[in-house]
């Protein structure tokens, strides 16, 4: 199977834009996660849908918002982007609850 | 909580020596943790993972041991080789809820 897969892999914006970052799971899996990860705070959770349902949400702002398509695909957006948003963003799937999770290889976005 | 790494602890170890790297969780209601290894630029990877109702698991060249008095995991790498040089989280999960991830170490095999 292929693993899952996330595009763009590299993304610099200005300040004030937005983005869209796109995940795509393993075949099969219905629950799809997102992460941001900085040096400085390491690994963070932001959501997870299942379903196309939001099940979990993580401690960000209402900037960052999440969408999943009935074939399991996931988009992340981040709206009036601020420099402190520079990191790398992190899609991860997984068949159902307390299945293993298998991560993509990251989106790394750069703010200026 | 979430995970708060500011800090990333380092282990340093010979080439062919084992490594055993820790992980304090924090929910005593989790039954389900991963281990995961992250190389510079890339993904965690899937190392090996293990639930509540054991306390040990083996793997190739790995073992995770579990704790659950002390809310302790540890990951053990046998004959530890370079291509094991990488970042390793440990991932603590409730059923219904997120993965919460430790803060990480990095583990580097010196020649």
């Known amino acids: 199977k292929a693993g899952v897969t996330q595009t763009p892999r590299y993304l610099i914006k200005t300040r004030g834009q937005q983005v869209t970052l796109s995940c795509s799971p393993i075949s099969g899996h219905r629950s799809v996660s997102w992460y941001q990860q900085t040096p400085g705070q390491g690994l963070q959770f932001l959501f997870e849908?299942?379903?196309?349902?939001?099940?979990n949400k993580g401690n960000f702002p209402g900037r960052f918002s999440g969408r999943q398509f009935s074939n399991s695909r996931s988009e992340m957006n981040v709206s009036t982007l601020e420099l402190g948003d520079s990191a790398l963003y992190l899609c991860?799937?997984?068949?159902?609850?307390?299945?293993?999770?298998?991560f993509g290889p990251g989106t790394r976005l750069l703010v200026l | 909580g979430e995970s708060v790494g500011l800090h990333l602890p380092t282990l340093s170890v010979q080439e062919g020596d084992n490594s055993i790297i820790n992980c304090a969780y924090s929910n005593s209601a989790s039954d389900y943790f991963i281990w995961y290894k992250q190389e510079s630029g890339k993904g965690p990877q899937f190392i090996i993972d293990i639930r509540s109702n054991m306390d040990k698991r083996q793997g190739q060249r790995v073992t995770v041991l579990l704790n659950k008095t002390v809310k302790h995991l540890s990951l053990q790498i046998a004959a530890t080789q370079p291509g094991d040089s990488a970042v390793y989280f440990c991932?603590?999960?409730?059923?219904?809820?997120?993965?919460?991830f430790g803060p990480g170490t990095r583990l580097s095999v010196l020649p």
């Open positions: 991860a799937s997984r068949p159902g609850p307390q299945e293993t999770q298998y």
């Open positions: 991932a603590e999960n409730v059923y219904g809820q997120n993965f919460v």
């Open positions: 849908y299942f379903s196309e349902t939001q099940r």
